[in-house]
């Protein structure tokens, strides 16, 4: 199974940025659909960001124009940048992939945007 490891979490003040990272196990070129899922306390796990292995991208209304889903094949990595961070944001960002039909999850990194 592909194994998908977030880094880049943390505390950021609003305004702020960060940038996440997801590594996974297997030559992303095979992964279809790769991105980034959150959650919030209490509330429902929702589509962040993802990218097609065709460049393909798709956000969620809250996060457009302040995130960027981008691909680095040589390194098998999904990078999450995420810019203007509001405390909303605030949230476990999982790493997702579908990969032959499945999908995989990372275990999730906390992502904590306050000042």
């Known amino acids: 199974q592909v194994q998908l490891v977030e880094s880049g979490g943390g505390l950021v003040q609003p305004g702020g940025s960060l940038r996440l990272s997801c590594a996974a196990s297997?030559?992303?070129?095979?992964?279809?659909?790769m991105g980034w899922y959150r959650q919030a306390p209490g509330k429902q796990r929702e589509l962040a960001a993802v990218?097609?292995?065709?460049?393909?991208?798709t956000y969620a209304d809250s996060v457009k124009d302040r995130f960027t889903v981008s691909r680095d094949n040589a390194k098998n990595t999904v990078v999450l940048q995420m810019d203007s961070l509001k405390p909303e944001d605030t949230a476990v960002y999982y790493c997702?992939?579908?990969?032959?039909?499945?999908?995989?999850w990372g275990r999730g990194t906390q992502v904590t945007v306050s000042s």
């Open positions: 997702y992939a579908n990969y032959r039909n499945y999908g995989h």
């Open positions: 297997t030559t992303i070129f095979s992964i279809g659909v």
């Open positions: 990218i097609s292995s065709g460049g393909t991208t």
